[in-house]
């Protein structure tokens, strides 16, 4: 459930209509303020990245994570002598923490979580960053921090587990899959108008967003290099979970972590049906390498 930024009073499920997402005491003490601000002073301050963050938490968050792993993984290519800030090697991403099939599904499964974290290259996290920056927020107003939250988390990793499925020799690193997760799960709302907001507000958003997957979809699918499997695992699960977390706003349900938990046992029994459907294959291969005195190279 959202929460006011300033008092954390808990707001009613999916009611954003004023731009503030205060509660109704808060508003009108933050309007009474204005008031006396705008005659002391005509022109008003941007907010800063401070209040931002201090707005949304959890999305400043993830994108400090996010940032923070990527410095890491420069700090990491600059002590190995590879020297790069633009791109990383498949070998070292391997080596961090990527999802690779040989290393993710021979017991090293927290591959499916800590990928998530992980970015290609400057481009890639600035990419990813500016677009999750931007439905981010407005994905933790509307569903409030503990939702949102499992959004992102489910949906990463159901893209993880989407990429080891469909090609368990690439590896597989990005917050990519998350972030078309949160899209998908924030055009439910809009779609199913269950926001208090003015039609051609909802009307706009949802071309947006709409906009935004299909676009980015056709994106993926014209770029070799771009993972398409872990994008379409985190749409899907985003759309599942959006619908779920909207009937249960309208049955007044706030059971969030049972839907967690849940959607966890799922995405384990796809790892263990995936590990017994791809390992034959992987063994098979791994056996050619060792006899031409080779190893699972990362791709």
Known sequence: MSTCPQCGKELPAFTVGDPTGLCPECLQRQQM?????????????????????????????????????YVLCVAFSYATGQLSVVDFSPQLLAQLGANFGPYTLDGQWWRLFTCMWMHGGLIHIGANMYCFWSFGRIAERIFGPKRYTAIYLITGISSSVASVAWHPFIVSIGASGAIFGVAGALFVPFYRKRLKLPPPVMSSMLRSIGMFIVINLIIGASLPFIDMSA?????????????????????????????????????????????????????????????????????
């Open 33 to 69: 303020a204005t008031a006396t601000q705008q005659q002391a002073q005509p022109f008003s301050n941007k907010p800063t990245l401070a209040d931002d963050a201090r707005t949304f938490p959890i999305t400043s968050a993830i994108v400090a994570i996010n940032v923070v792993v």
């Open 231 to 299: 994008h379409l695992g985190g749409l899907v699960a985003g759309f599942i979970l959006g619908n779920v977390f909207v009937q249960m706003a309208a049955a007044g349900e706030q059971a969030v972590g049972k839907v967690a938990i849940v959607a966890l046992v799922l995405l384990a029994g796809a790892f263990f049906a995936i590990r017994h459907e791809r390992w034959p294959q992987i063994e098979k291969r791994l056996q050619q390498l060792q006899q031409n005195n080779g190893a699972p190279a990362p791709q």
